[in-house]
């Protein structure tokens, strides 16, 4: 590849990584075509996305983007998955995929700032969603206000009751 192409294709993936902070690194090594399309529509339903790299620039893109964790992790015929807003919705899918197919290896990624190993990986493809994290902080928040407007009813109803009796028994006495 002469020198002005490889430039380009370097400048093109920096302005792709500086969009995105969060990145898996996945071995592909002996999947077929057929089978590979298949999990790249199957991810893009997803907005995730996957680029094959050549490694030395992949390896000066992440560099120039300053995320240098990432070059070791990018050995032999490498995968870079990124996309979506959520990194969970992003490593369940990659696990996923890993149980699928035998020859698709993550490797580790980059989440946030932070360079993650495999193991890390697992355990955020075992959390829950975003969109599911919110609705449970926001039923955690409304759960208090909710049991005392509960209560506050209860004693209504209760008062009500009694001046209920108390209605019926002066009627039955004619006061």
Do not use: C, H
Request: proline share 3%; aromatic share 6%.
């Amino acid at each position: 590849m002469p020198n002005e192409l490889k430039e380009l294709v370097v400048k093109e993936m920096v302005a792709r990584y500086r969009k995105s902070d969060n990145y898996l690194v996945v071995g592909y090594q002996g999947i077929n075509a057929l089978r590979f399309d298949e999990l790249r529509k199957d991810l893009r339903k997803k907005n995730i996305s996957l680029e094959i790299v050549k490694n030395s620039l992949a390896a000066i893109a992440f560099k120039e983007v300053g995320n240098t964790g990432v070059v070791g992790l990018i050995k032999g015929p490498s995968v870079i998955v990124t996309g979506g807003v959520d990194p969970v919705v992003m490593a369940k899918e990659t696990i996923e995929w890993s149980k699928k197919i035998p020859f698709w290896n993550l490797r580790g990624g980059f989440i946030d700032g932070t360079v993650i190993s495999v193991g890390e990986v697992n355990n955020l493809a075992k959390l829950p969603s975003m969109s599911v994290l919110r609705a449970q902080i926001v039923t955690g928040i409304n759960a208090p206000i909710v049991g005392v407007v509960n209560a506050f009813n209860v004693i209504l109803r209760n008062l009500a009751n009694v001046l209920q009796v108390i209605k019926d028994k002066k009627e039955e006495s004619g006061v």
